[in-house]
């Protein structure tokens, strides 16, 4: 579990032990989501999850304490999903491998859909909001990793500044699902492979592992 549990979701009412209680709560889940989604955070209710998962009120809360502890249990299942990928420059021609990560990265998103209620919440929750910095500069230190993996196998531009290219990544990656074109996959790929490797150095890569 992530360190920020106890901020983000607290003490639960119950954790299910029993396969039918397990349902109802997973039930409960899946009908937030649904809801969520749907409607937005703010104008949907405990009493319209429920009835959407065909349980009592009360039976929500035998679960969870609110609507919040709902949808972080949701977020912290799905944050694997939700977070955009790590570019991987040594093992495979990187445009390609990059392209089909966005491709998969958005795919995903499309599928959980909780990507566009979390715009509506982190204004309002600074406990998210830290959450979700926290694991940004998670995926920031890896791509910053991976980047010095590359510089000290001398793939990278000589004056390169790695700090300011990873955080560059990061941004272009999680903005890279609009309207969700492979094209526009393959072309932010180029742009960010562009920023790391001299032309040369791709072409070496792609020769590679053609």
């Given amino acids: 579990?992530?360190?920020?549990?106890?901020?983000?979701?607290?003490?639960?009412?119950?954790?299910?032990?029993?396969?039918?209680?397990?349902?109802?709560?997973?039930?409960?889940?899946?009908?937030?989501?649904?809801?969520?989604?749907?409607?937005?955070?703010?104008?949907?209710?405990?009493?319209?999850?429920?009835?959407?998962?065909?349980?009592?009120?009360?039976?929500?809360?035998?679960?969870?304490?609110?609507?919040?502890?709902?949808?972080?249990?949701l977020l912290e299942d799905k944050l694997d999903k939700l977070l955009p990928p790590e570019p991987s420059w040594i093992s495979k021609d990187p445009e390609s491998l990059l392209a089909s990560l966005l491709d998969a990265h958005n795919k995903r998103l499309k599928e959980l859909g909780l990507s566009r209620v979390l715009p509506e919440l982190v204004l309002k929750d600074p406990g998210l909001a830290e959450f979700l910095a926290d694991a940004r500069r998670k995926i920031y230190s890896r791509i910053l990793l991976g980047l010095k993996q590359a510089e000290e196998t001398g793939?990278?531009?000589?004056?390169?500044?790695?700090?300011?290219?990873?955080?560059?990544?990061?941004?272009?990656?999680?903005?890279?699902?609009?309207?969700?074109?492979?094209?526009?996959?393959?072309?932010?790929s180029k742009v960010i492979c562009r920023m790391v490797f001299p032309p040369e150095v791709l072409e070496k890569l792609r020769n590679t592992h053609e």
Avoid: C
């Fill in 1 to 73: 579990m992530p360190d920020h549990e106890d901020l983000l979701i607290g003490e639960f009412p119950s954790l299910p032990k029993q396969e039918r209680a397990q349902q109802k709560r997973n039930a409960l889940l899946e009908s937030g989501r649904t809801l969520f989604i749907s409607n937005g955070y703010e104008h949907t209710t405990a009493k319209e999850i429920a009835a959407h998962a065909g349980v009592a009120t009360g039976t929500f809360y035998r679960y969870f304490s609110d609507k919040r502890q709902l949808l972080m249990s």
């Fill in 155 to 188: 793939l990278t531009w000589n004056d390169l500044d790695l700090d300011a290219v990873a955080w560059a990544i990061l941004v272009l990656v999680e903005n890279s699902h609009g309207n969700g074109l492979r094209a526009d996959f393959q072309e932010i």
